[in-house]
């Protein structure tokens, strides 16, 4: 399973995605699940072996996952069994806000960002981190960014109220083409002034709970597949 990871296969394909995936029987499915599991968990630990620190970055949906983690198994990252040293939620407030097309506002956005936060400190512990939202754009071209110092300072105060502090921005290229740096620099790493956490808007609860009614109905299924 090294070989496979290492030559280039990733999760779907370790877990039968595709043609050879739709033919096989759920008992089949189940255990190509579990030996995916098993090959991230000992390339992890073969690489801290080595001395060498590891992070795993996760899709906010992971987070509304339960015990059988059905989005993990939608999505074909088995992220939770390997002992990743940081484990880090993708999080961005102005791209949930920007990619929704109006669904969600910025006040949606950062209450995402605290229900995303305290989910991933309950789940990681020490290990969670964050990435908070974007300065400039990136490969896709068209990502959505702070439009101003004042968010993201706002983003790092959520964050911290909400329990986590290993926080990640994007990125260096996006904070120097919109100068001063300095300010976005400052806003980021320095300790927020009053921590707050901001009231859970309906729009947010409803999209977590969407999350998490399609997260238990993937597990629940998976769960079928042991047998």
């Known amino acids: 399973m090294r070989r496979?990871?290492?030559?280039?296969?990733?999760?779907?394909?370790?877990?039968?995605?595709?043609?050879?995936?739709?033919?096989?029987?759920?008992?089949?499915?189940?255990?190509?699940?579990?030996?995916?599991?098993?090959?991230?968990?000992?390339?992890?630990?073969?690489?801290h072996a080595r001395g060498v620190a590891t992070s795993a970055a996760i899709v906010p949906l992971v987070l509304a996952d339960g015990p059988a983690g059905g989005w993990e198994r939608i999505l074909g990252t088995p992220v939770s069994a390997p002992p990743w040293g940081r484990v880090s939620a993708m999080l961005y407030t102005s791209l949930l806000e920007g990619y929704s097309r109006g669904a969600l506002g910025r006040?949606?956005?950062?209450?995402?960002?605290?229900?995303?936060?305290r989910a991933a400190a309950r789940r990681f512990g020490p290990r969670a981190g964050v990435s908070v939202g974007a300065v400039g754009k990136g490969a896709l071209g068209d990502e959505p960014v702070y439009r101003s110092v004042a968010e993201l300072r706002d983003d790092v105060a959520v964050a911290e109220a909400a329990g986590v502090r290993d926080l990640s921005l994007f990125d260096l290229g996006g904070v120097l083409a919109r100068p001063p740096a300095e300010a976005w620099l400052e806003a980021f790493v320095a300790p927020p002034i009053e921590p707050r956490l901001p009231r859970a808007t309906l729009r947010a609860r409803a999209a977590v709970a969407a999350a998490a009614l399609v997260g238990q109905a993937a597990g629940a299924w998976g769960s079928r597949s042991r047998s």
């Open 4 to 47: 496979a990871l290492a030559g280039g296969r990733g999760a779907l394909d370790l877990l039968g995605g595709g043609p050879r995936g739709a033919r096989e029987r759920p008992g089949e499915r189940g255990a190509r699940w579990r030996d995916a599991q098993r090959a991230y968990v000992e390339v992890a630990g073969a690489i």
């Open 107 to 117: 006040d949606d956005a950062v209450a995402l960002l605290a229900l995303g936060c």
